[in-house]
């Protein structure tokens, strides 16, 4: 299992791998919502939290459909499905390779372009605390959406349907977290709630996602 | 003989086929009688004026609505324990009926909303959760459509279904303590059931969301009848072919 | 250890192909899979490797020990010949033999981008595969595609010397003549029949 | 030409096609930002121009890697190449099949939409005009984008990187438009902005896309 | 109406792979492209077909007149074997004649969704679109992968039959027998020294 969690770091760092590209993407949103939503640095800092971790999930998002696709394509899925790995010991794996190439690198840029904007500095910690607790959940709900939807060309945006609605729970709870935290009140639930979802996301999503795998290799 | 013989495909239609005009017409009747009586020949409440009638259609569509949820979730599971294609195309029938049990609560909600709030759309947990389930029907049935082969199409929607009514029940949580305190006086229900509701009010009531329960049973009754023919005709198409 | 196949009937798409197939493959003995386009070859081995499920009849071999190969090798671009092979090494828990590279010829392009091999040379990294991994039981389907005349022999040496050499198993299905001396299966004769019995619309009929 | 216009609408509204998949991605990013950023009237109403515009760009990119990827992957770009088609009328058509299956529904819906995010009510019209203008623009630049990034496997997240800046003068000129019709203000500026930035990109662009695609076929 | 190819260089992913190929088809002739895996056919047949540049020599036919054919056939899985035969048809600006669905046997699987083919069938689809597009000059690379042994024969009886027949040509790659009288061009000594001229690097050298 160690093995395919090097092989999908080392992919993704190779050219045309999507290391730095949900970053990438993470900061073209961030950019693009003052231009939308105009300049006003009171009005940034009061819809930063949210922004900052619809951003995130959006930026999840749109790296899922890497996780399977490309190996179903070129056919290593049914070897790994015949090979001595457990189905869910893959999908498990292909939840923390995509953790770690997304989530990951995101959690730690992220109070770096809180700044863009404005957010109210007491938040920048929780920022970091509820992106580093929350993505994980992020990335392992995707895998298995993405396992949903591998048989089918181009499932990439019908996953994103399936997936968004799931999302909701963490999103709530990491927004909430950090906007608590940019208040100064107490933000131990929601982290609690995140918590709670990423352990249960890790714990029981393999099963589902391994299941789905073995209906679409069928 | 055990209930697992109305799964067969063929006995499911002969024997729902007699039943369904019965239901439907019952649930007719009741909505008939329900909505004119509760329509015309109910008070106007006094605070929310002739508004308040709004609530027959609106509170037995949010019910159905999440009913529709419920039986897909079971129908799901039989489908992946017992493996009956009936099971799993009452899943598939029962969604686009509770898509629109949904879209009637929440337009009908909206309808409600601007006179009582002033806004056709407020970010009420209520409404949010039921906006969230609006997503998951349309996710749910947006992966029927999307994948070609019947069979790989129940097992992945049952899953979907199971593993979405876990993150269903998890969003309500999550909605209800992100709008904590934030969104006073627009507190949905003017009457939680039995106790601010009047008789005269609930009779009627009662009514409808029994014509609108056997609404939905007929409806998907039927939708599943449709679902099966469909796929007979596919069997028939293929053999043909082969 | 032996493959057993009794009386099984394969379908795809929902539809039976095949039906009362019966074969057995003995230790050490490879047998080629032959028929027109379309009469059920992939689909068999597909079913034979596990990865569809059979409607009816029995598949008897020890657990673990297959292996399937198709066109769709599961090579990486970005990853060089080496790295290929050395990460089917790894989940199959085996060693990577230098012998696998001169057995399929591939020592020149040791440290190439599987991404920048011509077909011929990606189908024998694909085959290299089978040599690395050290499964008993292969299933093939059309292994042998847009290799040269040169290579199909070398693909056929491998096989018999080191595979069933060994008292490996090995079904082929292919189109054109390997050298290897094995048996024939015709799969003609097994097409199903067009109201067979067992397809997933089965109910429905 | 018109063939393979369309074949391509064909391909949308057949099982696996993309149509109404962009639009219910745009709804899902309209659901979310009230989630992250909380309940607010007066907060959503502030920032609904723009939030509507982001995420009419965000679901306009989502979908951008179908329309060259596909014809990619399954050899069909180099024998459209090599058919009596000029490349630029296939760059050409394939913005407007883009736009047919992303940019018009979700055009009509939007209006729809904006009582989400309570959207004032002066701005409705000025939603649906400057949309109906600006996103066939979103379209045919994506579709150079697409072009540039179509031989590199998953360029999806690296073409996104490459068309949001591109995106940045119709996300500005749009959200102006908005913005503006919800204070009451004339609109006429930006939609003419709008308005030339789509025939100027119409104009020049499947040049410039079938240039991009003539190398990436070499 | 002739092909005529002088002292032609090709390059492969900026390395010069072939060098001094000269030849030329007459029309209604074939030429069959023969070397190793790795030699460089796929690399000879995209130049040809215009896809890639040469890197020196001249190649000679009339304008608009080539197809390419290779592995990838541009079919769209979600479209029937007639719609999609219908779009090549419309896209040149030609019909879609009834004698193609006999000629390549896809008569009874005209209304299948291409998707559902088996490998040899979604062969003779792609194959079937150069009998509809009506071009004068085909190059194909492997065509016959994955045929069964009666689809190649049909295949080599439309392409003498009616193809040659008609006054076309045709530059073939193949590592089999297609049965076809025509001339052999063997690729391995055309292959480029290791420090032939015209490689992308050439003027840092
Ligand atoms: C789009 C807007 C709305 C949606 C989605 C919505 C949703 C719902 C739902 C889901 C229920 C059923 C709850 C249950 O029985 O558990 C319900 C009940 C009810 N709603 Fe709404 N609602 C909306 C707007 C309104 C408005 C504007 C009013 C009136 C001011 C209203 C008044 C009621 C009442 C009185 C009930 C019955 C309470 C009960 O039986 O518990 N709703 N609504
Ligand atoms: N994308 C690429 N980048 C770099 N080199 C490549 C690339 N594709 C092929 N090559 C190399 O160019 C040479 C010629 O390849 P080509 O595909 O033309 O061979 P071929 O004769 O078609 O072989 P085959 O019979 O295996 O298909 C080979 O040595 C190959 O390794
Ligand atoms: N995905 C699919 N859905 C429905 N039918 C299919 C599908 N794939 C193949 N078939 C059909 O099933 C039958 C068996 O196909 P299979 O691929 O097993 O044939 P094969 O013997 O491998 O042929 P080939 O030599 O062309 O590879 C064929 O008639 C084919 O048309
Ligand atoms: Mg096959
Ligand atoms: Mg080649």
């Known amino acids: 299992m160690i093995a395919l969690l090097k092989r999908d770091l080392a992919l993704a760092v190779r050219a045309g791998g999507g290391f730095g590209l949900g970053l990438a993407f993470f900061l073209i949103v961030i950019v693009l919502v003052p231009l939308g939503v105009g300049p006003e640095a009171a009005l940034l800092t009061l819809i930063a939290p949210g922004m900052l971790w619809v951003a995130a999930l959006l930026a999840a998002l749109l790296s899922l459909d890497r996780i399977f696709a490309l190996d179903f394509e070129d056919g290593s899925l049914p070897l790994l499905a015949t090979s001595p790995l457990p189905l869910e010991g893959v999908a498990l794996m292909k939840g923390v390779a995509h953790w770690a190439t997304t989530g990951l690198p995101l959690t730690l840029a992220a109070p770096a372009l809180g700044f863009l904007l404005n957010l109210s500095s007491t938040a920048y910690v929780w920022l970091f605390v509820s992106l580093a607790i929350g993505t994980p959940a992020l990335s392992m709900i995707g895998t298995f959406g993405a396992a949903l939807t591998v048989g089918l060309r181009r499932g990439g945006l019908l996953m994103s349907l399936l997936v968004l609605p799931l999302y909701v729970p963490t999103l709530i709870f990491g927004a909430e977290a950090v906007r608590r935290g940019a208040d100064g009140l107490s933000t131990t639930t929601p982290l609690l709630m995140l918590a709670g979802i990423t352990l249960g996301s890790f714990a029981l999503l393999p099963f589902a996602a391994s299941a789905a795998l073995r209906v679409n290799l069928r | ?242 | 250890m032996t493959l057993k196949v009794s009386d099984l009937a394969v379908a795809r798409g929902g539809a039976p192909v095949l039906e009362g197939l019966s074969f057995d493959v003995a230790a050490g003995c490879a047998l080629v899979v032959r028929g027109p386009n379309g009469i059920g070859k992939t689909t068999l081995l597909r079913t034979l490797a596990g990865l569809q499920p059979a409607i009816a009849g029995t598949i008897d071999f020890p657990e673990d020990t297959a292996a399937y190969a198709s066109h769709a090798d599961g090579i990486k671009a970005q990853l060089t010949v080496v790295e290929n092979l050395a990460f089917w090494a790894d989940v199959h828990g085996a060693e990577l033999p230098d012998a696998v590279f001169e057995a399929f010829d591939l020592v020149d392009l040791r440290d190439r981008f599987a991404g920048t091999l011509s077909a011929g040379q990606k189908r024998r990294l694909g085959l290299a595969r089978l040599g690395v991994i050290g499964r008993d039981v292969l299933f093939l389907d059309e292994p042998t595609v847009s290799l040269d005349g040169f290579s199909v022999k070398m693909f056929a040496n491998w096989l018999r010397d080191v595979h069933l050499a060994r008292g490996g198993i090995a079904v082929i299905a292919t189109h054109i003549d390997l050298g290897l001396d094995a048996p024939e299966l015709d799969l003609t004769p097994f097409k199903a029949a067009p109201d067979a019995a067992g397809g997933s619309d089965e109910a429905f009929l």
């Not at chain 2, 009926?97 to 909303?113: E, F, K, N, S």
């Not at chain 2, 199971?162 to 992100?178: D, E, H, K, P, Q």
Request: net charge positive.
């Open chain 2, 1 to 242: 003989m055990s209930i697992w013989e109305y799964a067969n495909p063929k006995k499911f239609i002969t024997t729902t086929t007699p039943i369904v005009p019965w239901v439907l017409g019952l649930s007719i009747a009741l909505l008939v009688v329900g909505l004119t009586w509760g329509f015309f020949f109910t008070p106007d409440d006094f605070r929310q004026g002739s508004t308040v009638k709004i609530i027959y259609l609106h509170v037995p569509a949010a019910l159905m609505a999440i009913n529709a949820w419920f039986v897909m979730l079971i129908a799901s599971l039989i489908w992946l324990v017992r493996r009956h294609h009936v099971s799993a195309l009452a899943a598939r029938a029962a969604a686009p009926v509770g898509i629109v049990m949904t879209l009637i609560a929440l337009i009908t909600g909206a309808i409600w909303g601007q006179p009582m709030w002033g806004t056709w759309w407020a970010w009420d947990p209520r409404l949010t959760s039921f906006l969230i389930l609006f997503l998951f029907y349309l996710g749910y049935m947006a992966l029927w459509e999307a994948i070609e082969d019947s069979d790989t199409a129940a097992d992945l929607t049952s899953v979907l279904c199971i593993v979405g009514s876990v993150f269903a029940v998890l969003s309500r949580y999550a909605v209800n303590f992100w709008n904590q305190g934030l969104h006073q006086g627009t507190t949905v229900p003017v009457a939680t059931g039995e106790r601010s509701i009047s008789d005269i009010f609930f009779v009627p009531l009662v009514m409808c969301m029994v014509g609108f329960g056997l609404l939905f049973l007929a409806l998907v009754l039927m939708r599943t009848a449709t679902e099966i023919r469909a796929r007979r005709i596919k069997a028939l198409e293929a053999r043909m072919r082969g």
